[in-house]
């Protein structure tokens, strides 16, 4: 039993194994030496884990039993020092630099201010409104989704951080004596009650009236301990929708999806967690289809990408003005088209299978781990399986992975090994695989993406990321979607109708021909567009 607080952290055996793989597993890579990779866990004899871990990091395992409670700081701390600061904090030097100067501008202000901390700087400060500004600059400059405000009581900053591609990256620390100021004035840019600091409290910036883009930010109070608040910032650029065929879906699935969103009526889902791009993939999909002779109505909350053309409707609930009550309303609006943006209740659900079979094409996002899944959860909440089984046209599960930054990305030939573990997790939990199976998996790969070896033959190759300016350190730069389609089909009509369970109807679909979420991300990471530990991590269901 070892305690790891005794130990120096490896960053090159860190490096193997994804923070979000270690955070979600308990595991701490502690050194590598040559081929072997010492990994502290709480539990050393998890064969199915330790198989997982040799096939992400290409090593032979050594499990050590950690102490009892000391992976999960360990792991926090370990990762946080791992990464230089120079790849964590790196600027587009312009914007950034300038919003530290603001910092300290705003500091060298206030230091010949004898008044009490919290009168230091008023939220209307010049400085202070000039430094909020520019972070929301640099965070639309960045291309982050997020920007996440977290203060502590003093002496402690306030750590300002950005979540780039789906990971948090600090940007900048203030001190402590602004916190109250910051929240303040963000307070006020959202129209919020600046004198409530016990209740959580939702606003709107758009950054248009105060001088910036036009970007509209979601901003979420949360208050912490000590009477403090925590401020998100989520940014909603108002976004064209992005084509069909950039998105990553494979060519088959491409054909299927637009062959279903052809159809005159029925139900189309995609479904998947938060931030895993649902709303991006429901609008590339509308793009494909909307043109005069169509009536497209959305309801979403919020609106995130325009369209021309569409009808699109900002849902309320504080009025009444729900998905549900916005469904009905568009049924009397003669529609072609529905968007809805999320199915969150009975109601919801009841009233687009209904609209589903009059007459409408129907689109929606659940928050479910897979397709098959989705069936499930839909009659859980009490819609009549029958009609939804004639509805049904198709379900999209996604994820989100990070891209290999195209810069510094180096690749060399497979070897056979390699090959082998790659097709035996392709093929695992699919079909029972014999060395057959694994060979012909191969040389499909070879047939489809393998380059000519000037013999005859054809070879396929292994990327390996690095790290550059461009990526930040990071060897990972941008997203792309994979993706799990199902078709409805007379088996699975079948399957709903008599309620059966997920597990029934993914061995249907798996047989009819249907990709899961990690066979579509291993044939992403054969194309060299990603990395294995990033397919692992978004598909361990």
């Not at 064969?47 to 096939?55: A, N, V, Y």
């Not at 939702?202 to 403090?228: H, M, N, Q, W, Y």
């Not at 993939?281 to 959305?298: A, G, P, V, Y």
């Not at 079909?431 to 000037?454: I, M």
Request: proline share 5%.
């Amino acid at each position: 039993m070892l305690d790891p607080k005794h130990y120096d952290f490896d960053a090159e055996a860190l490096a193997l194994i994804p923070q979000v793989v270690a955070q979600r597993e308990a595991v701490l890579p502690l050194m590598l030496h040559e081929d072997l990779l010492v990994v502290l866990m709480a539990d050393p004899l998890d064969q199915r884990l330790l198989d997982e871990l040799r096939f992400m990091t290409q090593r032979r395992i050594v499990p050590v039993l950690a102490a009892p409670g000391t992976l999960p700081p360990a792991i926090a701390r370990a990762y946080e020092k791992s990464v230089p600061s120079s790849s964590r904090q790196r600027s587009r030097a312009g914007q950034t630099a300038a919003a530290r100067d603001l910092a300290l501008d705003l500091q060298s202000a206030s230091d010949v201010s004898n008044e009490p901390e919290s009168d230091v700087v008023s939220e209307s400060d010049n400085t202070l409104v000039r430094l909020i500004n520019s972070l929301i600059e640099e965070a639309i400059a960045q291309k982050a989704s997020d920007i996440h405000i977290e203060t502590e009581p003093a002496p402690k900053p306030v750590r300002i951080r950005f979540r780039l591609d789906g990971e948090l990256v600090r940007y900048l620390e203030v001190e402590s004596r602004f916190r109250y100021a910051l929240v303040a004035r963000i307070k006020i840019m959202a129209g919020m009650d600046i004198s409530e600091h016990r209740k959580p409290q939702d606003g709107k910036i758009d950054f248009a009236r105060f001088g910036g883009s036009k970007t509209e930010l979601r901003v979420v109070t949360v208050p912490t301990s000590s009477g403090l608040e925590d401020v998100v910032l989520r940014l909603l650029a108002g976004s064209k929708p992005m084509a069909m065929d950039a998105i990553g879906l494979s060519e088959q699935n491409l054909i299927d999806l637009r062959r279903m969103a052809l159809k005159p009526y029925g139900l189309v889902l995609v479904c998947g967690p938060t931030g895993s791009g649902k709303t991006t993939t429901l609008h590339s999909l509308i793009s494909d289809i909307n043109d005069d002779s169509r009536k497209i109505w959305t309801a979403e909350d919020p609106i995130e990408i325009t369209q021309e053309g569409l009808r699109q409707v900002q849902m309320n609930p504080r009025i009444g003005w729900t998905f549900a009550a916005a469904m009905r309303t568009f049924l009397r609006a003669d529609p072609d088209v529905i968007m809805i943006g999320e199915m969150r209740d009975e109601e919801t659900a009841r009233i687009a299978v209904e609209a589903s079979l009059t007459g409408h094409l129907v689109l929606s996002t659940l928050h479910t781990n897979s397709a098959p899944e989705s069936i499930t959860r839909l009659l859980e909440i009490g819609i009549d399986p029958f009609n939804f089984s004639d509805s049904l046209l198709a379900i999209l599960a996604q994820r989100l992975v990070r891209r290999l930054c195209k810069h510094c990305v180096t690749s060399r030939p497979a070897t056979p090994d390699e090959l082998q573990a790659l097709a035996m997790h392709y093929l695992d939990g699919v079909q029972h695989v014999d060395e057959r199976d694994l060979a012909a998996q191969v040389d499909r790969w070879k047939a489809q993406y393998g380059e000519a070896d000037g013999q005859g033959g054809r070879v396929l190759r292994t990327y390996v990321k690095q790290g550059c300016e461009v990526c930040e350190g990071r060897g990972l730069k941008g997203r792309l979607g994979i993706y799990e389609l199902m078709l409805n089909s007379d088996d699975i009509r079948h399957h709903i109708r008599h309620r059966d369970s997920a597990g029934d109807i993914r061995t249907t679909a798996l047989k009819a021909g249907m990709k899961t979420l990690r066979q579509d991300g291993i044939e992403k990471v054969v194309q060299g567009l990603t990395d294995i530990g990033e397919v692992i991590a978004a598909t361990n269901l």
